[in-house]
């Protein structure tokens, strides 16, 4: 695995340029939020925001993918997860009529629990293995989605989902909605921030550099790794919640196999090394297919294009642009 | 009487989708093995076999023999051309290479949907007629399949065993630098191996063209189950690959002959899955170190 040479890279804590990227990249934060406040009223039409939306959900389930990444782990079945959010919240708010800002906090937590209990299990298993695994508990999820018909209503899928309200403000209209993604992809955003740069973090990044030394280092990887599972894959449950309450339909086409696969391909786009590389690739890749539509059918192409060009390209992703351009201009060190 | 007869045609049909899942699990195992790279585009090129097909079979009218050599020499230097311009610089780390593979399903599948479209296209048999055996009815395609499967397997099997060529892709899949040691040039044996690998999905692909039908998804399904019968029979073992895949077609079948097609589904799954965990180096494979 490839560590990019960036100013937050964990091993240099105290040096004046890492504390300086920290202070340019908090600015940048806080500019983002003060430029999200004004964004649904600059966009041009709805389409615009709309599609504002979805990529910050995108960066939410990009963000979570990162972190289970991040022990060394990549998971084939976190559109299954954000599934299982999603219809977990749908239908608790359909059946049983519980307030959708509750039953996506209910969701996230039981997505949680699902993936570490799932995590004990299959996490022992490493590399292709896992994701072999991974990818079958998705086909699992699809198959139960699509033939669960008393519950999941099969191909169907479930209509008339509750918008979300807070405070007696509903979050149903697309610029309405556009406040409440921002803050989610904002909370995921600092906690995968915060997180990276805690011990946990730490502990994160020595099982996905070298699982045997770390494990022989005293830190107890099993557990670490099922931690950053369940995380991951519990936001993605947020995730894929958020999705049903904005759209208000889902069905097993929602959260299938290809969006695994998008998702792998922003943290690949974006850059694996650091969790700034997800939110790239989520920003960069969810628009592109609309930006693609003149180009009818070719999207999808130039899609996978792009991402086998990346790869043998720019094995660092997207966010290696800047120190890949230091070096060749030979101003870097 | 009834139910004797349905677990032979469930047996037959067993065999047929079991040597085909054999086919796919075959090369997608080979590639593995050798390369270490989960190859996730090899059900695409079990498509390209089967448009292959429907092409100069069914629209050109050609004999199916044709068919199937022009299947096997047109994908396998495609193949080979993959490996050497798209993942050949990215064989260094497993998860790099798998995701290059992603992409290159993506792009294929597509391709396919913008000049082909979306709707099936069957395809006339190879042979007609029916085989009466006892109460059984069982029609001569199907054994047909089950023969020519059978065949090419065998060939494939002597191919690795007996030649050159063969030895020397065992030597690298067992240790590379080794290989290299002994004078065996890697760099020529891994396209050459992902062109064999798929070539060999697209004899399945042109072979069950008649029995399912020709469209751009066709390759999703025997690439899950390529999926499965590998991890079944451990992936990089060649043996394995043709055992599970034998096994999985017969538990599907029956399966789906006694229990319904949805509870057979998810019953390979489990038992995938269970096998994964209790054995992870599948029922064949061997330890890795």
Redesign the interface.
Known sequence: ?NTTDTTVAPPAPKSRASASGLWTRLALVAAACVAAGFTPGLLPNLFYVHIANLTLISGIFALSLWIIYSVGQ?SLCHAAFAGLGAYCSALLSLRLGVPPALSLVIAGLFTATMAALLGA??LR?R???F???T???G??FT??AL?WQDVTNGANGLISIAPIKLLGISFGPRSMFFYLAFAMFMATLLFTWALSRSTFGRAFNSIEQNIDLAESCGIDTARFQVIAFAIGSGIAGVGGALIAHYIRYISPDTFTFHNS?AY??ML?VGGRSIFWGAVVGAAFLTPLPEFLRDFE??Q??I???I??LV??TL?GGLISIPSTLRRLTGGGK | MDMMTLLIQAGVNGLVIGTMYALMAIGFTLVFGIMRVVNFAHGEFYMIGSFIAFFTYAQWQLPFVVTILAAVLLVGVVGALVEWALIRPLRGDELTGMIATLGISVVIQNTALMYFGASPRPMPDVISGLVRVGPAVFSWSRIFVIIAAALVIGAFWLFMQKSRTGRAMRAVAQDREAALIQGIDVEKIFPLAFGISVALAAVAGAMMAPVFSVSPFVGVTPMLKAFIVVILGGLGSIPGAVLGGLLLGMIESFGATLLGAMVADMLQLALVIAILLVRPSGLMGRKEA
Do not use: D, E, S
Request: glycine share 8%.
């Open positions: 695995m990549l299990v299959i298993l590399g292709v293995y994701v072999l695994v990818f079958l508990f086909q699992m198959l139960l033939n696969v792998i391909t690949v059918g070719l999808h192409i899609y996978g294009a991402m086998v790869l043998r094995p």
